[in-house]
């Protein structure tokens, strides 16, 4: 229950913001009572609950048709055949008194009901006089014919609605056929009302209404319900035995709590009844999954179906992870650099950026990291859950940051439009990528992720297959673009320094080239680079486009070096023979060679054998040639 507790209190911290627009596409913390659906039809009707003509329109806006809507336990968490009406805006079936009329399956008593509860809401105390336009105007039971009239919704030949739309038969689509969110089913179609009052046009659209929100909130608290124990916060309340959905977007279906069945496995074995599990307050629940919801909009990292959030309970900043660190350090310190930053550059802007957190996060904050994913349409799991304090969260991102780092070259590009070099750590997509590929199948992709998200929120170590299948993806250049080529070996040499240097723990591979103690796989990586980077200045200057040798048997080299070597050192001689022999010589490119002569000599005799190489070879070779591209520019 503490996750519930940790949300429950960051909606009472937060509640002055409820309801409350902060800024453009910002999302809006629900009040209880109320969730999220999306519209398909909107149409305007007067205080005397008149139809207004002109004012009916399609939504097709997706981000547009997020409607807030009152809703009760029930209707909140409806689902079957014969769902419960929401109180106020819903679909055509509850709205509509003529809804069979115009070829409504489902009868009248889904609109009934609807009238009904509607009347109680608005003969008792806390009836909102634009709640009560609205039921005027839908006791005259002329909702689809205004709609018909307004061209919303279409008729076909026998002058009922047209339910699916065929486009052989009724050519381009219109309507509500145009509506942003998914319709499959015109008589589906989910509608809300706004109230317009001469004598105040500035009037808040209705579903965006605080006074609305009172009103329902109040209405719905004084019906009668059962005080029991709140197993989160220790007090005699009001309870519930329904979630809320919809906790990852408007169409999330996956509850967090669930024992809607009394003849399967929800709660079986040790208890006869859902209440003996546990007892939950209505507001509790409500407060909880509303904070969740409005956190996972806010801050949430998706990764298709599932999502992490972090957050802390007084509302505290928290450092995005979803972006690589290059990216996020432009955007937070707003210092987007034209020009590559080497190590020591990194290092100061991440001080600065941790500073700067540090000011709003102490040690007595409360930061929560969770992990959401659903194996099923209907179940959510907490796949991942921590409470630390402010200064261990800064700290573990901090090692992060600093750690998993490499001279990623395919984020920016200079005025030529070539890649350029600068230090960075990437972003958890891009890892993924590194490991498996563009097409990573999206079951494998949840897995990885779900084991990829410890090692950054929690400093564990990464796993091997990550180390091995990104060292072997990094080692294939003749199977990907330019582009994902230089983004996997970056990738794989951040992923492969981090693990190294965690696993000796001390930072034996450092960003430069290791001139003290590189051992034998990285210094065949070096002349692996030595062998790419003379080959491409020889065909550049002879103005030749091709791939170097040094890259076509790139893989081979991995797994047989002293036999790859012999033929790249047989193959690469003319080339260094045509660069020596040139009149237009660059005394650094002479350098170059007398560099990679005195490389090749520090490889021993005893190394010298068809072992493969470990990862490690992907530092050397990268740090190299970077190094050298480099020593070219300078």
């Keep these: 229950m503490s996750w519930i507790g940790k949300l429950y209190d960051t909606y009472v911290y937060c509640e002055p913001l409820v309801g409350k627009v902060t800024?453009?596409?910002?999302?809006?913390?629900?009040?209880?009572?109320?969730?999220?659906?999306?519209?398909h039809i909107e149409f305007c009707i007067d205080s005397d609950g008149s139809f207004l003509p002109g004012t009916a329109r399609v939504i097709e806006n997706k981000k547009d048709s997020v409607t807030v809507i009152p809703c009760t336990e029930k209707s909140q968490s409806r689902s079957g055949i014969a769902p419960i009406h929401h109180p106020l805006f819903d679909k055509l079936q509850y709205l509509a008194g003529d809804y069979v009329a115009y070829g409504g399956e489902k009868g009248n008593s889904f609109h009934n009901d609807y009238m009904k509860d509607l009347r109680n809401w608005c003969e008792s105390r806390y009836a909102n006089k634009r709640v009560c336009a609205i039921l005027k105007y839908l006791e005259k039971g002329t909702l689809v014919a205004d709609l018909i009239s307004e061209r919303i919704l279409p008729l076909?030949?026998?002058?009922?609605?047209?339910?699916?739309?065929?486009?052989?038969?009724?050519?381009?689509?219109?309507?509500?056929?145009?509506?942003g969110s998914a319709l499959h089913d015109s008589l589906d179609a989910f509608v809300r009302i706004d109230v317009r009052n001469r004598d105040n046009p500035q009037e808040e659209r209705l579903w965006n209404d605080p006074q609305l929100w009172r009103d329902f909130i109040s209405y719905y608290a004084q019906k009668e319900s059962s005080n029991d124990l709140c197993y989160v916060r220790g007090i005699e309340i009001p309870c519930s035995e329904m979630s809320p959905a919809k906790i990852r977007g408007g169409g999330d279906k996956a509850k967090l709590i669930s024992a809607n069945d009394s003849n399967g496995f929800t709660y079986r074995g040790r208890f006869t009844e859902p209440s003996q599990v546990a007892r939950i307050g209505y507001e509790t629940t409500q407060k909880a999954h509303n904070a969740l919801k409005w956190l996972i909009e806010k801050q949430g990292f998706r990764n298709g179906d599932q999502v992490y959030?972090?957050?802390?309970?007084?509302?505290?900043?928290?450092?995005?992870?979803?972006?690589?660190?290059?990216?996020?350090?432009?955007?937070?310190?707003?210092?987007?650099?034209?020009?590559?930053?080497?190590?020591?550059?990194?290092?100061?802007?991440?001080?600065?950026?941790?500073?700067?957190?540090?000011?709003?996060?102490?040690?007595?904050?409360?930061?929560?990291?969770?992990?959401?994913?659903?194996?099923?349409?209907g179940r959510m799991a907490i796949i991942y859950y921590e409470e630390l304090d402010g200064e261990s969260y800064l700290d573990r991102l901090n090692k992060w940051y600093s750690t998993c780092v490499w001279f990623l070259d395919y984020i920016r590009k200079d005025e030529k439009g070539k890649p350029i070099s600068i230090c960075g750590t990437p972003s958890p997509n891009d890892i993924l990528f590194a490991v498996y590929g563009p097409n990573i199948p999206d079951k494998l992709k949840k897995s990885a992720m779900k084991r990829l998200m410890p090692c950054i929120l929690a400093n564990k170590p990464?796993?091997?297959?990550?180390?091995?299948?990104?060292?072997?993806?990094?080692?294939?250049?003749?199977?990907?673009?330019?582009?994902?080529?230089?983004?996997?070996?970056?990738?794989?040499?951040?992923?492969?320094?981090?693990?190294?240097?965690?696993?000796?723990?001390?930072?034996?591979?450092?960003?430069?080239?290791d001139k003290e103690n590189p051992g034998r796989s990285y210094l065949f990586g070096e002349a692996l680079a030595y062998y790419h980077y003379l080959e491409t200045v020889a065909l550049r200057a002879a103005d030749e486009n091709r791939v170097t040798n040094a890259m076509r048997l790139k893989s081979v080299y991995s797994?047989?070096?002293?036999?790859?070597?012999?033929?790249?050192?047989?193959?690469?001689?003319?080339?260094?023979?045509r660069l020596l022999s040139s009149d237009k010589l660059d005394r650094r490119v002479s350098d170059i060679i007398r560099d990679f002569h005195e490389v090749m000599g520090n490889i021993k005799i005893d190394d010298m054998k068809d072992k493969p190489l470990d990862p490690t070879y992907l530092l050397g070779y990268s740090a190299k040639l970077t190094e050298l591209y480099n020593r070219k520019e300078n």
């Excluded at 500073?355 to 929560?368: D, F």
Aim: hydrophobic share 35%; glycine share 4%; net charge positive.
């Design 309 to 377: 959030v972090t957050w802390g309970t007084k509302n505290e900043p928290v450092i995005p992870i979803d972006q690589n660190s290059i990216s996020m350090m432009d955007e937070i310190l707003g210092e987007p650099d034209k020009l590559p930053y080497v190590h020591t550059e990194y290092a100061r802007r991440l001080i600065k950026l941790m500073a700067g957190y540090r000011v709003k996060i102490n040690k007595r904050s409360e930061i929560v990291m969770m992990g959401l994913d659903s194996a099923t349409t």
């Design 156 to 179: 076909d030949d026998k002058g009922k609605l047209i339910r699916k739309w065929d486009s052989e038969k009724y050519g381009e689509k219109r309507g509500v056929f145009l509506a």
């Design 23 to 39: 800024g453009e596409n910002e999302p809006v913390l629900l009040p209880i009572a109320h969730t999220t659906q999306n519209a």
């Design 462 to 513: 990464i796993p091997i297959d990550f180390i091995t299948n990104a060292t072997r993806r990094a080692s294939e250049p003749m199977a990907m673009n330019q582009y994902d080529y230089r983004k996997t070996v970056s990738v794989a040499c951040a992923l492969i320094r981090k693990f190294y240097n965690d696993k000796l723990k001390e930072e034996r591979f450092s960003m430069e080239v």
């Design 559 to 577: 797994r047989k070096p002293a036999k790859t070597m012999m033929i790249l050192d047989e193959k690469v001689q003319p080339y260094i023979n």
